[in-house]
């Protein structure tokens, strides 16, 4: 892998969990999180009009995909308003790709390797560690969100990984979805908390801005970087967000870390990372 692309998986990693802390450490949670969306959309819809139209047989996968993708983002404002980000983030981030392996083979009649197998057995044994690290009511409830919200996170994996394909312009596809995704919670912001919309940007629009091209960075780096190496190298690569979801959570939001919530973190990273290169 060129030395140029492996930096760039690292700062799309970066990136992802930057949004993530952006998110944690906003004073009304759900509210940062349209701004999040909101950001993402603005560029999507900035470059979706310089790119090639995704084929009609991607529409009904576009589609389902906002409903569920906005979804994720009710429940990140959510687990992170519930639990600290070094708790919800790597469960939200690590936990799918075994729930995908597993909805694959479960569903769609695909052969694990041995590796992969181990894969799961690590990050089970990751989120076994971080829920019996999690003593308080208020930390169980932001467990059972992330792990909640990992379903969902695999959920719309599935149905991207099968829109995209169709879709015959994948970076186009990917726009459109940031584009789709800001909709439903800009206008929810609109109708419901107009006031609080309007208030709430004066203080923090550029933060929650900023989260959306981070956002969108991220992605767009990974989709980069496919081009120059194997993607499951660069699948594998992008789950070192969950390390970075942890410093960033212990250096700049200030959560206390020990060493049960650093040895699940580090469970569910490994096992992550051999998923994707399995």
């Avoid at 990992?150 to 596809?173: F, H, K, N």
């Avoid at 070192?240 to 990273?269: H, K, N, V, W």
Wanted: glycine share 10%; hydrophobic share 60%.
């Amino acid at each position: 892998m060129p030395l140029s692309v492996f930096l760039a998986v690292m700062l799309g990693a970066a990136l992802h969990a930057s949004w993530n802390a952006i998110v944690k450490g906003g004073t009304d949670k759900l509210m940062t999180t349209v701004f999040v969306a909101a950001g993402s959309a603005v560029v999507g819809a900035v470059a979706a009009p310089f790119l090639a139209v995704p084929d009609p047989a991607s529409w009904p996968f576009l589609a389902a995909s906002t409903c569920v993708q906005t979804l994720y983002f009710v429940l990140v404002a959510i687990a992170y308003r519930a639990v600290d980000m070094s708790l919800a983030y790597p469960l939200m981030r690590g936990v799918a790709p075994a729930l995908v392996a597993g909805a694959g083979a479960a569903w769609l009649g695909e052969r694990l390797s041995p590796g992969a197998w181990a894969g799961i057995a690590l990050v089970c044994a990751g989120v076994l560690a971080t829920a019996l690290s999690a003593r308080a009511h208020a930390s169980r409830t932001g467990v059972a969100v992330a792990l909640l919200n990992a379903c969902v996170i695999a959920t719309y994996t599935l149905i991207d990984g099968a829109g995209v394909r169709l879709s015959g312009a994948p970076v186009a596809y990917a726009c459109w979805l940031f584009v789709l995704n800001g909709l439903p919670l800009v206008g929810w912001a609109l109708v419901a908390r107009r006031r609080d919309l309007l208030a709430y940007a004066r203080r923090n629009l550029g933060l929650g801005l900023a989260g959306g091209f981070c956002n969108v960075g991220s992605y767009g780096l990974a989709l980069w970087a496919m081009t120059g190496a194997p993607v499951a190298v660069v699948a594998a690569l992008r789950e070192t967000s969950i390390l970075f979801g942890l410093a960033i959570a212990g250096l700049i939001l200030r959560e206390p870390i020990g060493p049960r919530r650093l040895a699940a973190a580090a469970l569910i990273a490994l096992g992550a990372v051999g998923l994707r290169l399995a």
